[in-house]
């Protein structure tokens, strides 16, 4: 007689089976709703122990779409609590000359291993009929490292660089390993192959306490992070841990943090202007809907302030997700954030009507943290664009710590530096990340992220290179911030791609264009000025000079999210409401009222009721 088979595929939390019955006549196997029940044709009592299992999921073998063969059942059963509830099932059993098992990929449960949904998927037919052509976002239990996978041990600790030492199996680039026998977790990435056996990797988090010979596992995939609505209002770290003390993120899907850009034909080419309520971002370098916009500043100009304010304006107007992500920031800033967001009702910890999600890889983080979880929180927003078909906000602070600490782990590396000491990787890292931002015909990812610039040059090669990617830049100036003009926007460096009148229309490329003039002539009559004065300025230069000190101090604007540092109550502005007060001011209406009148003020109606006031209270 022809002997019933099963393939066994035997995991921590689930069992994978396939039995294939069509030519046997010694066991019976019948699929009926939720049970699986084996009687022994053959009188043999050594399957007893099978004879009813609960199942977590089986195909039935009538369904023609997963028919392999004509009797041939597939099915995943979920173990339960007590492991010593379950048959073990042992070599010597399978020697039954009624039941043939295959070994491949064994693995007893006691194992502590986890194990994904995703293998299940491998035995279905339909499985590769995926929905996403781009990406698998396959349900799993999690994402730690596979039965049966290559073991290595660990043969030199370098900082945040570790040496892992493997018999057979070397683990390809960017896999994700995990240290054995640590009370916390720490993951390895792989970065270099070191001959035939070992490998390179940089530590996600701190070294501190790992010796030589320690065993490590090979996940066999890179590092993969929860994704899904189950992360908004949440806060997790590089490797997708939850750190905001509020349990685990219960999420069924995971995906891998590096994947490939979108294709061209997935991309959307509309233009749309994202109105942010901030008088001189809308006027002069307006943000595109699905574009990359930088914020460019050196130390304390207002970077992180004002990427709250547009979190503020724009997410609470937006009718989608947000994804934060903090590359390298101070942790401060990412714990005020975070209950500020709390109070303004954009994370809601009551429900399940948070808006944002929140990646943190902070100041104190080791590099390879830092380097990575910025593809962490792009990960999470690629989810919600390629999935939800949502139009998400990425907000991302601090670009420039993403090329540090990309900085920093070549050089333990030991890679050759390039210019100014930065990775000979700098370009290839920076386009890698930023290609995989942009709108398809899904959805869109808008990003706004924040640029340090070292010792406020622009032509270092991080911030330059950052250039190259961006929509629009929004530039910082010290010199401006040291006027008391916050935001310290420089009108004249700030640029927009989409600054443009087919795009934006006539009417507001005129004004803006007209502003810029304006302030470039008092730009160029400011070293006459210095060294003659103004009476020595002819009337026409008087007349530009006083409407440019104007709009300079009328492109201040007080924020919401400062309310508390400036004592001015923030103002949202309209897009149609900035035009008609630059052009009114352009125009010469407003020449007679004093230049303090504009300072601090949202649209130009205030400015009026201010130079009242400051009337009254002169006279």
């Given at each position: ?63 023609s779409?997963h028919?392999?063969?004509d ?33 491949n990929?064994?693995?007893?449960w006691?194992?502590d ?52 030492q ?6 390809p680039?960017?896999n994700?390993?995990?240290?054995q ?7 390895l ?34 590092i993969?992070?929860?994704v ?19 349990g ?11 994947a ?18 901030i008088?001189?971002v809308d ?39 947000s ?58 927003a690629e ?27 070549s ?13 000979p ?7 890698t ?23 406020d040059?622009?032509?270092?090669p991080?911030p330059a290179t ?8 929004t ?17 004249l ?7 443009d ?9 005129d ?9 470039q002539?008092y ?5 006459i ?5 103004m ?21 201040s604007q007080?924020f ?33 009222l ?6 601090m ?6 400015a ?12």
């Amino acid at each position: 007689m022809q002997p019933a088979s099963a393939k066994w595929y035997d995991r921590r939390d689930y069992v994978f089976i396939e039995f294939c019955v069509e030519d046997s006549k010694d066991v019976n196997v019948n699929f009926e709703k939720s049970k699986l029940t084996f009687s022994c044709l053959g009188g043999s009592d050594n399957f007893k122990h099978l004879n009813e299992i609960d199942l977590f999921h089986c195909i039935d073998p009538n369904d023609s779409k997963h028919k392999r063969t004509d009797r041939s059942i597939l099915c995943c059963l979920r173990k339960g609590e007590s492991g010593q509830s379950w048959p073990r099932l042992t070599k010597e059993r399978a020697k039954l000359n009624w039941l043939s098992v295959d070994f491949n990929n064994w693995k007893d449960w006691e194992d502590d291993s986890d194990e994904d949904m995703s293998n299940f998927d491998r035995f279905s037919e339909d499985s590769q009929d995926s929905d996403d052509e781009t990406r698998d976002y396959a349900a799993q239990t999690s994402p730690s490292p596979k039965a049966g996978a290559a073991t290595g041990r660990i043969v030199a600790v370098i900082g945040a660089v570790v040496d892992v030492q493997f018999d057979e199996g070397l683990p390809p680039i960017l896999n994700a390993l995990e240290v054995q026998g640590r009370e916390t977790r720490l993951v390895l990435e792989v970065a270099q192959h070191l001959g035939e056996s070992t490998v390179r990797t940089i530590a996600m988090d701190g070294t501190e306490g790992l010796v030589r010979g320690q065993k490590v596992l090979d996940s066999g995939a890179p590092i993969k992070i929860p994704v899904g609505p189950e992360t908004l209002g949440r806060i997790m770290n590089v490797i997708g841990e939850p750190i905001d003390e509020r349990g685990p993120i219960k999420t069924k899907q995971f995906a891998a943090i590096h994947a490939e850009a979108p294709e061209f034909m997935e991309m959307s080419v509309e233009q749309e202007i994202l109105v942010t309520g901030i008088k001189v971002v809308d006027l002069l370098a307006p943000y595109a809907k699905g574009g990359k916009i930088g914020l460019f500043g050196g130390a304390g100009v207002g970077k992180t302030v004002l990427i709250m304010e547009l979190i503020n304006n724009v997410a609470k107007a937006h009718g989608g997700y947000s994804v934060f992500a903090g590359v390298g920031e101070r942790t401060r800033e990412g714990n005020d954030l975070y209950h500020e967001m709390i109070e303004s009702g954009v994370i809601n910890l009551k429900d399940a009507t948070s808006k944002v999600a929140l990646v943190y890889g902070q100041m104190n983080e080791p590099p390879g943290a830092r380097a990575r979880v910025a593809l962490t929180g792009l990960t999470v927003a690629e989810y919600f664009r390629d999935q939800e078909g949502q139009d998400v906000l990425l907000f991302i602070d601090n670009i420039f710590r993403f090329t540090q600490a990309g900085s920093e782990v070549s050089a333990l590396l030991g890679r050759i530096p390039s210019a100014v000491g930065y990775q000979p990787t700098l370009a290839t890292d920076m386009g890698t990340m930023q290609e995989r931002i942009t709108t398809t015909k899904k959805g869109s990812i808008t990003s706004v992220q924040a640029i340090y610039v070292p010792a406020d040059d622009l032509t270092d090669p991080a911030p330059a290179t950052t250039f190259a990617h961006l929509d629009a830049t929004t530039v910082l100036s010290r010199a401006i911030a040291e006027l008391g003009i916050y935001p310290a926007v420089d009108p004249l460096d700030s640029t927009s791609r989409i600054m443009d009148p087919n795009i934006v229309g006539n009417e507001h490329y005129d004004v803006a264009r007209g502003v810029q003039k304006i302030l470039q002539d008092y730009k160029s009559l400011q070293d006459i000025i210095a060294i003659l004065g103004m009476d020595e300025l002819s009337e026409e230069d008087k007349l530009t000079v006083s409407r440019a000190r104007k709009i300079q101090r009328f492109l201040s604007q007080p924020f919401q999210v400062a309310e508390v540092f400036t004592g001015h109550m923030g103002k949202l502005v309209p897009l149609k409401e900035t035009i008609k007060g630059f052009q009114q001011i352009l125009a010469g209406e407003y020449d007679h009222l004093p230049e303090q009148a504009f300072y601090m003020v949202g649209p130009i109606e205030e400015a009026v009721a201010k130079a009242d006031k400051l009337a009254e209270e002169h006279s």
